[in-house]
């Protein structure tokens, strides 16, 4: 009986606790975000839970793995614009030349830096149901032409993507593209309305 009693009072006693972790709709916590080339620089940024819920709702729908990737796009889109008010990168510019010496722009470097930040936090917030992230990786055909990029894996086909922001202006969807074209310098469907694996 004395133990019955104990157990009915504990399990009233750890329902009632407070919850310590964070919500699945909480804006997740800050983190780094690059803010000059090479990321030699940068600044620790919180958003906002409705800045946050604007993301979250890109992925509200089920979608093929083709679909995902078409949200992934918009939400790093959608992240570039949220971090870079606050940060300054509002202003980067693609490539590097256009906007080279202005603050707030950024080299590949520091684009797949932030590019991999931004999905580790859709990763993390359970967002993405058929991709993973994976490390960032570098091409160089040339020896002076080396460019960096994030890299997402479809786990249902196991084909690896660049998700690539750097030839765009900040907030703009990054392309998207099977990274064995990607590693060849091949051209990007400038649409990207097809992100299959065919």
């Not at 990321?39 to 409705?50: D, H, I, T």
């Not at 580790?120 to 991709?131: N, Q, T």
């Not at 660049?162 to 990007?188: C, H, M, T």
């Amino acid at each position: 009986m004395k133990a019955a009693v104990l157990i009915t009072t504990l399990a009233l006693y750890f329902t009632c606790l407070p919850a310590t972790g964070r919500s699945a709709t909480s804006a997740p916590p800050a983190f780094f975000s690059c803010t000059d080339y090479h990321c030699r620089n940068g600044q620790e940024v919180l958003l906002e839970p409705a800045q946050w819920r604007q993301v979250r709702e890109l992925f509200a729908r089920d979608a093929s793995p083709a679909e995902e990737r078409q949200r992934v796009r918009q939400a790093i889109a959608l992240l570039e614009q949220q971090v870079g008010s606050r940060t300054g990168t509002w202003r980067d510019l693609a490539g590097n030349v256009a906007g080279a010496g202005e603050p707030g722009q950024l080299d590949c470097i520091a684009e797949s830096k932030n590019t991999t930040t931004y999905l580790r936090l859709i990763r993390d917030a359970g967002l993405l149901k058929w991709h993973a992230v994976e490390q960032r990786q570098v091409r160089h055909p040339l020896i002076f032409n080396v460019h960096w990029t994030a890299v997402i894996r479809d786990t249902r086909s196991q084909r690896r993507y660049a998700v690539d922001s750097w030839f765009l202006d900040n907030g703009q969807p990054p392309y998207i593209q099977p990274l064995e074209e990607w590693k060849s310098g091949r051209g990007f469907k400038t649409g990207q309305e097809d992100l299959g694996d065919q």
